[in-house]
Structure formats: structure tokens, C-alpha cells
């Protein structure tokens, strides 16, 4: 098993991630339908897969997002909506929001989020088990399970049961 002190940062930013995905959900309804998590010694990526993403003050509320993870170590955060053909991208840098795009685009309704920390040495997360353990008891009550959610961790299944 892998020596998990580099990943402490980058768990805890997925989670908070996940805690932000979970505060979405106001309803019983669970909306996720899958999630494709992308775990570093530095960089998070995380895709939920949703029916339709809550929009209403977006910025307001990635913005308060980022400034909860600097405090964790993150320098970059981009922030994709994307909702009835529309993609909607929010860059952030250690001085705060730096852009904001909205285009059209086909993908799967939901998000993308990407945090970096700037680390040079980057180690791929292969403990599968720390992740469930750090994000599964905040995403797996809003997963969708009327059909077998897609859930992947640096490219390979994974399952919070």
C-alpha cells in the first residue's frame, strides 16, 4: 500500500469538492449518474455526470469553493458547467476568478472541476480505497442507482458499497 501523506491535500480538496456536489441536492431525488474522479499528489479532477446541475449563483457560490480550497494548497481551479447545451467555464488563480466563457457544447449534462497545487513531483493516486473512504460517504447517497452509476478513479472502476 502507498505511503498516502503526498495525497492528504488532494483528498481533502475532493472531498470538499464532493461536499460542494452534495449541497446541490436540496431534494431526496438523487440526481448523479456517474462520476469519473482523476487523483494527483497535486492536481483533482472530478466529472459528475447529473441530470440537470443547479446554476443559480454560480459564481457567487464557485468562488466561496476556491476560496475554501487555497486554504488547502490550491493555486488553479477551472470550474465547468455544463446544462442544455451549454458549457459554462470559470478559471481561478491565485488572485482569484480570471475568466468566465459560455459557449455551446454537446457534452453530458453536469460539471468539471480541475484543482491544481502546483506540485512538480506529481504521484498518480493507486490506492483506490483511500479515495472511497475520503469522498463515499458524501457522493454515494446522491448517486442515482435506478441504473449501475459509471465511477472511475484514475481510469479504473471503482464502487463506494
Known amino acids: 500500500m502507498e505511503d498516502l501523506k503526498p495525497f492528504q491535500q488532494t483528498l481533502n480538496t475532493a472531498r ?3 461536499e ?3 449541497g446541490e441536492h ?6 448523479i449518474k456517474g462520476v469519473t474522479f482523476g487523483i494527483s499528489s497535486s492536481i483533482v479532477s472530478m466529472r459528475p455526470f447529473e441530470f ?7 459564481e457567487e457560490r464557485t468562488n466561496a469553493l476556491f476560496k475554501t480550497l487555497t486554504g488547502y494548497g490550491v493555486k488553479r ?3 465547468m458547467t455544463f446544462s442544455c447545451g451549454t458549457r459554462i467555464s ?3 488563480d491565485d488572485k482569484g476568478k480570471k475568466s468566465r466563457s459560455e ?3 454537446i457534452a453530458l449534462d453536469g460539471w468539471l ?7 512538480r513531483k506529481d504521484l498518480i493516486l493507486q490506492t483506490p480505497s483511500a479515495q472511497c473512504d475520503a469522498v463515499g460517504p458524501i457522493i454515494s447517497p446522491r448517486l442515482d442507482m435506478s441504473e449501475l452509476p459509471e465511477l472511475f478513479l484514475n481510469g479504473e472502476r471503482i464502487s463506494f458499497n
Open 26 to 31: 436540496y431534494s431526496v431525488f438523487r440526481r
Open 16 to 18: 470538499i469538492i464532493c
Open 52 to 58: 440537470t446541475p443547479d446554476l443559480s449563483q454560480l
Open 77 to 79: 481551479m477551472t470550474v
Open 90 to 92: 470559470l478559471d481561478y
Open 20 to 22: 460542494f456536489i452534495a
Open 113 to 119: 472541476f480541475r484543482t491544481d497545487t502546483g506540485g
Open 103 to 105: 459557449e455551446s457544447d
